[in-house]
């Protein structure tokens, strides 16, 4: 049993292993983003074949979407996704109690309450039977999230929504490539919106998103919104006049220019991705007390980010928090070089803008229909569980060629689980 690196060990990923690169920035991508320049292709209107129309042909392509609007990042997409469906104030939008921020901000951006729901303890997506619990005669559409890039639960969500007639926009920010029973998610509900910042599955270098929807009406009225209201049409020249509400959501060329190169060697990366992962998870799943994260059957996951649980008693520490547990699990496997971290401290409904209703003006959108503030630290046992007994491993594992630090991981997790009474004499401590 070899020594803990927090006890004056030797780490199991040395020092000059640990760094990693992500986005990856080949010479494909420097020429692409050249090329866009030199050719003088910095359009912003979207007429005509540039960078930006291609990364929308390319992304349909790849994925199999029927329509595919560019814009300026993850954020604006699920917003103007929410405008295109009408959902405007008054309505509300059911979201999970665990995702980013902007699941939860892009209704209030429309001037729509969120309405929260809780999350699978396996899949940690959105729990169907808890989102028809709080449907109301004001729900509009729910917002599913399909979390570290597994596949929320698409059957029972889009039955739901039928049963109620409410629109579903996949929030797939974290999800490009996964598949829901062969299906790409972010093409099984009315839209689909995905997000091109650095830190995603397929990056931009910088912020980028795109909208996919099968409805060609929807398509349209998302390229409207996106361009000040404005209806531009290959080979008329721009005339200025704008039909509705708009935005300047456009997405700036020399960013599609690099997605473009990326989305060229994505499949090699999925491949080896794909390999890594699930080759240093089968390791993994060997401990006692670890959850590891799983594909549902029938499901593609893209393994965006790897959320562990821990679970005190199966780890043998009996009556053990499991913030404690969690605590020391972090300090050792960090001391070894294992980047451990916590995805979202709170559930959403305890983020400030929702419990003090942060919004436009007085209160809106809340005071148009006199709903209250969620309120901090209530409801939601599920997220609530999952966040306190859960770390995560971010980023690192991205790179095709994570192979080989993956293995040192694992090292570093067998050699904490096999130092079982350091773990349990920590966690008794934190206690
Ligand atoms: C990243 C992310 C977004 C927002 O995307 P941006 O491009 O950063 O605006 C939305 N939802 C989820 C789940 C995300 O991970």
């Known amino acids: 049993m070899s020594k803990l690196a927090a006890f004056g060990g030797t780490a199991a990923v040395p020092r000059d292993r640990r760094r990693v690169q992500w986005p990856l920035v080949e010479e494909e991508d420097r020429k692409a983003v050249l090329d866009a320049l030199d ?27 029927a329509h595919c609007v560019a814009v300026s990042n993850g954020t604006a997409a699920l917003a103007l996704a929410l405008s295109a469906l009408d959902v405007g104030p008054g309505d509300e939008v059911i979201v999970p109690a665990l995702s980013f921020i902007a699941t939860g901000l892009a209704p209030v951006h429309q001037m729509a309450v969120p309405v929260f729901a809780d ?4 899949t940690f997506n959105i729990d169907p039977d ?12 729910i917002i599913p999230v399909h979390l570290h890039g597994a596949p929320a639960d698409m059957d029972r969500i889009t039955a739901i929504a039928r049963k ?33 910042q650095v830190s995603k599955n397929i990056p931009t270098c910088g912020e980028g998103g795109l909208l996919v929807t099968r409805d ?18 290959a080979g008329r020249e721009r005339d200025y006049v704008s039909y509705g509400l708009g935005w300047n959501y456009k997405m700036n060329a020399l960013q599609a220019a690099f997605t473009n190169a ?3 060697r994505y499949d090699g990366y999925e491949r080896a991705r794909q390999h890594n992962v699930t080759g240093f998870l089968a390791r993994l799943a060997q401990l006692p007390g670890l959850q590891v994260p799983t594909a549902l059957p029938d499901t593609t ?42 995805y979202q401290l709170m559930p959403l409904p305890d983020q400030k803008v929702f419990v003090d209703r942060v919004g436009f003006g007085a209160g809106y959108p809340w005071s148009v229909t006199g709903a209250r503030g969620t309120v901090a630290g209530a409801g939601y046992p599920v997220t609530r569980a999952v966040i306190a007994d859960s770390l995560t491993i971010q980023k690192r594992h991205l790179h095709p060629g994570a192979g080989e630090l ?21 966690a008794r401590a934190a206690s």
């Open 39 to 65: 050719g003088a292709r910095l359009v912003s209107d979207t007429d005509g074949v540039n960078p930006v129309s291609d990364l929308e042909e390319n992304w349909a392509r790849r994925f199999g979407f």
């Open 119 to 122: 999350i699978d303890p396996v």
């Open 130 to 141: 808890d989102v028809e619990r709080r449907i109301t005669p004001r729900t509009k559409a």
């Open 164 to 196: 109620y007639g409410l629109a579903v926009v996949e929030d797939a920010a974290q999800a490009p490539g996964a598949t829901h029973r062969g299906r790409p998610v972010g093409g099984i509900g009315d839209a689909g919106a995905f997000s091109l």
């Open 216 to 233: 060609p009406e929807l398509a349209e009225a998302m390229r409207c919104g996106r361009q000040f209201g404005e209806v531009i049409e």
């Open 262 to 264: 990326q989305l060229d």
């Open 301 to 342: 996951h893209a393994w965006h980010i790897l959320r562990f649980r821990f679970d005190p008693a199966a780890f043998g520490l009996d009556g053990v928090r499991p913030e404690a547990l969690r605590s020391a699990l972090r300090r050792l496997l960090r001391a070894e070089g294992v980047p451990m971290s916590q």
């Open 406 to 426: 993956l293995g040192m991981y694992a090292d570093a997790f067998e050699k904490v689980w096999a130092n079982k009474d350091m773990v349990a004499t920590l």
